[in-house]
């Protein structure tokens, strides 16, 4: 039996979210008996809103690589395999549903935005995951979750892993602290100096117009140790970066509902995206450093302690 697939990965598809205006190429999988080549076709009497391109290049089993390009936001077509030379009478496998979504864009108002660069120019793997993001679970399933079940909490782990596994180049993980000594253990006291932290919010921005996610530490609660600041406290935690705008930044939290960011970037209509969220700065008080503003959208609240050097 025949089967639709991620070209990259050649993960199995039953159907697969397109973009507007964007060339994705994906596979189907095996020949007929004899190992013929199928016939792979837009199902007939669809209602278009794709183009359907079947490349000539020779895969693996008889495999029949093509590009899809959805040209009408809201279509929805199938792609069908049938046995070559049957008058596409006799169906192989079960039709792949694509349906065209928008022209990708970055989220309002930022300069870089890595998690909507994989809506305007991701491989098919890449879209998928975007996808996936987009319509995945508020809670510990979610692909971005780290394991808030495990007794050692691996939050530093998987921010430091987003990069390869969502963007296709590392995370930078380098890292320095970034405050002051304080003198008390509450977070609305941690004091930066302004000089440094203008030096470490350009070096952050570079690293993300090179695509290059960063993570960062932060502490969410009171309490923490003074003067210097232990990383194995409860009330510490690891982000990560993915995009700028000219006073903030967005997150990836690994924490389940610790953030949450309403999000109109990549390629569907404005929504909540559970494990995304923003951090702000004051160019003109940056004693505060870089911290969550007033209103978040989950139920966790942030002031980055250390990042890149």
Request: charged share 20%; hydrophobic share 35%; with cysteine.
């Given at each position: 039996?025949?089967?639709?697939?991620?070209?990259?990965?050649?993960?199995?598809?039953?159907?697969?979210?397109?973009?507007?205006?964007?060339?994705?190429?994906?596979?189907?999988?095996?020949?007929?008996?004899?190992?013929?080549?199928?016939?792979?076709?837009?199902?007939?009497?669809?209602?278009?809103?794709?183009?359907?391109?079947?490349?000539?290049?020779?895969?693996?089993?008889?495999?029949?690589?093509?590009?899809?390009?959805?040209?009408?936001?809201?279509?929805?077509?199938?792609?069908?395999?049938?046995?070559?030379?049957?008058?596409?009478?006799?169906?192989?496998?079960?039709?792949?549903?694509?349906?065209?979504?928008?022209?990708?864009?970055?989220?309002?108002?930022?300069?870089?935005?890595?998690?909507?660069?994989?809506?305007?120019?991701?491989?098919?793997?890449?879209?998928?995951?975007?996808?996936?993001?987009?319509?995945?679970?508020?809670?510990?399933?979610?692909?971005?979750?780290?394991?808030?079940?495990?007794?050692?909490?691996?939050?530093?782990?998987?921010?430091?892993?987003?990069?390869?596994?969502?963007?296709?180049?590392?995370?930078?993980?380098?890292?320095?602290?970034?405050?002051?000594?304080?003198?008390?253990?509450?977070?609305?006291?941690?004091?930066?100096?302004?000089?440094?932290?203008?030096?470490?919010?350009?070096?952050?921005?570079?690293?993300?117009?090179?695509?290059?996610?960063?993570?960062?530490?932060?502490?969410?609660?009171?309490?923490?140790?003074?003067?210097?600041?232990?990383?194995?406290?409860?009330?510490?935690?690891?982000?990560?970066?993915?995009?700028?705008?000219?006073?903030?930044?967005?997150?990836?939290?690994?924490?389940?509902?610790?953030?949450?960011?309403?999000?109109?970037?990549?390629?569907?209509?404005?929504?909540?995206?559970?494990?995304?969220?923003?951090?702000?700065?004051?160019?003109?008080?940056?004693?505060?450093?870089?911290?969550?503003?007033?209103t978040v959208g989950g139920i966790m609240s942030y002031t980055v302690i250390a990042?890149?050097?």
């Amino acid at each position: 039996m025949a089967n639709f697939q991620i070209y990259e990965t050649k993960e199995d598809i039953s159907a697969f979210d397109l973009p507007l205006n964007r060339d994705v190429k994906l596979r189907q999988y095996g020949g007929d008996r004899d190992g013929n080549r199928l016939e792979v076709t837009l199902a007939p009497g669809g209602p278009g809103g794709v183009d359907l391109t079947v490349l000539p290049e020779k895969l693996d089993a008889a495999s029949t690589a093509f590009n899809a390009r959805g040209t009408r936001q809201g279509a929805y077509v199938e792609i069908s395999a049938f046995v070559a030379g049957s008058g596409q009478t006799q169906y192989y496998s079960k039709n792949l549903g694509l349906t065209v979504h928008g022209a990708p864009t970055k989220n309002a108002g930022y300069d870089v935005d890595l998690l909507s660069n994989l809506a305007i120019s991701g491989n098919g793997a890449q879209i998928l995951t975007y996808t996936r993001i987009f319509h995945g679970s508020a809670g510990k399933s979610n692909m971005l979750s780290q394991d808030p079940d495990k007794p050692v909490l691996d939050c530093g782990d998987v921010a430091g892993a987003y990069g390869a596994k969502l963007f296709g180049k590392a995370t930078n993980t380098d890292w320095i602290a970034y405050y002051l000594p304080p003198k008390t253990s509450k977070r609305a006291d941690l004091r930066f100096e302004p000089g440094q932290m203008r030096a470490k919010i350009a070096r952050i921005k570079r690293l993300l117009d090179q695509n290059i996610s960063v993570r960062v530490w932060v502490v969410d609660d009171d309490g923490f140790s003074i003067p210097f600041i232990q990383s194995n406290a409860n009330n510490t935690h690891f982000i990560t970066l993915i995009g700028y705008a000219a006073s903030k930044f967005m997150m990836i939290d690994p924490w389940p509902g610790g953030s949450s960011l309403n999000y109109d970037g990549g390629m569907y209509t404005a929504r909540k995206v559970n494990f995304l969220g923003e951090l702000v700065f004051d160019p003109m008080d940056l004693d505060k450093g870089i911290h969550s503003p007033a209103t978040v959208g989950g139920i966790m609240s942030y002031t980055v302690i250390a990042g890149p050097q």
